[in-house]
Nanobody, 119 residues
Framework: QVQLVESGGGLVQPGGSLRLSCAAS????????LGWYRQAPGRQRDLVAE???????NYADAVKGRFTISRDNAKNTVYLQMNSVKPEDAAVYYC?????????????WGQGTQVTVSS
């Protein structure tokens, strides 16, 4: 089991930056793939970025070149650095984790953090 707690959401202006954090419980953090998903009202929840246990990353086309996912295994934390934010980035952002050594199936979810984009 792992518990995930997101933080860092809030209001950001178009073109601005925001960093989301997700702190995880447990001792097997480094063995898990971690992902950030987002869900806007009336839309499905979509993958934004993910980072696997070997450090490899994957990004949605909509955020490539603007967002960066990273992890600090010593702190059991995964980050999402959001730069050049656009209005369409507004959503609830969720942190997710796989079981140890799995890659693509996210079984554990945080409660979400709201990102609002407005001038």
């Amino acid at each position: 089991q792992v518990q995930l707690v997101e933080s860092g959401g809030g209001l950001v202006q178009p073109g601005g930056s925001l960093r989301l954090s997700c702190a995880a419980s447990g001792s097997t953090f480094s063995r898990r793939a971690l992902g950030w998903y987002r869900q806007a009202p009336g839309r499905q929840r979509d993958l934004v970025a993910e980072i696997r246990s070997d450090g490899s990353t994957n990004y949605a086309d909509a955020v490539k070149g603007r967002f960066t996912i990273s992890r600090d295994n010593a702190k059991n934390t995964v980050y999402l650095q959001m730069n050049s934010v656009k209005p369409e980035d507004a959503a609830v952002y969720y942190c997710a984790a796989t079981k140890p050594w799995e890659r693509d199936r996210y079984d554990y979810w945080g409660q979400g953090t709201q990102v609002t984009v407005s001038s």
